[in-house]
């Protein structure tokens, strides 16, 4: 089971309805991010990337938007289902290093 | 057919001692990194190799020494072992270190120092 990351920020939403999962990051010169999914007991799964130069991107049945004047990025997750339960972190990308964000959890109530 | 294996997957240990962990990846990658994730979720990047040498090395302590004998294998060896080690150790590959190479993370080892 898991006991750790009871701490994080969490975001609980009724299966079907939209998510919006924030994020601020920290460095104006990073140029890529990326939104990861951890579910329990696995590692990190690759769910979509944007570059700098871009400010919205879309996927299946998810979106990721970003605002560098503020420094933030959004993940939004279209009819939320109970297997997008899980930890999500974005990260963004600066000279070859990774730097993740602190996670959300997103918990699909039924 | 898995693609990034760690072992092994849970890692209980006491003070001082020395481990280590294994990483292998059967995607014909070239870089290979160390991730540590702590009790908050906060995951950190430790090492990362590509074609066995060593690009990145952040502020980790020299406890922790990687090895990498082949491009597919990096493996993680601790001295020492203390409490603060305590956490899940991923291992991640991609194709190559330029960041839009998208990592894949194996599933991790939960290391816990007593």
């Known amino acids: 089971g898991e006991s750790v990351g009871l701490h994080l920020p969490t975001l609980s939403v009724q299966e079907g309805d939209n998510s919006i999962i924030n994020c601020a990051y920290s460095?104006?010169?990073?140029?890529?991010f990326i939104w990861y999914k951890q579910e329990s007991g696995k590692g990190p799964q690759f769910i979509i990337d944007i570059r700098s130069n871009m400010d919205k991107r879309q996927g299946q049945r998810v979106t990721v938007l970003l605002n560098k004047t503020v420094k933030h990025l959004s993940l939004q997750i279209a009819a939320t289902q109970p297997g997008d339960s899980a930890v999500y972190f974005c990260a963004e990308i600066n000279a070859y290093k990774y730097i993740f964000g602190t996670g959300t959890r997103l918990k699909v109530l039924a | 057919d898995t693609a990034v294996s760690q072992t092994p997957k849970y890692l209980v240990t006491q003070m001082g001692n020395d481990k280590s962990i294994k990483c292998e990846q059967n995607?014909?990658?070239?870089?290979m990194y160390w991730y540590k994730q702590d009790s908050k979720k906060f995951l950190k990047i430790m090492f990362s190799?590509?074609?066995?040498?060593?690009?990145i090395n952040e502020t980790v302590p020299n406890r922790f020494s990687p090895k990498s004998p082949d491009k597919a294998h990096l493996n993680l060896h601790i001295n020492s072992l203390e409490l603060g080690d305590s956490a899940v150790y991923f291992c991640?590959?991609?194709?190559?270190?330029?960041?839009?190479?998208?990592?894949?993370f194996g599933p991790g080892t939960r290391l816990t120092v007593l």
């Open positions: 995607l014909g990658h070239d870089t």
């Open positions: 991640a590959s991609s194709q190559s270190r330029l960041p839009l190479d998208e990592q894949f």
């Open positions: 190799y590509n074609n066995k040498e060593l690009i």
């Open positions: 460095n104006s010169a990073s140029d890529y």
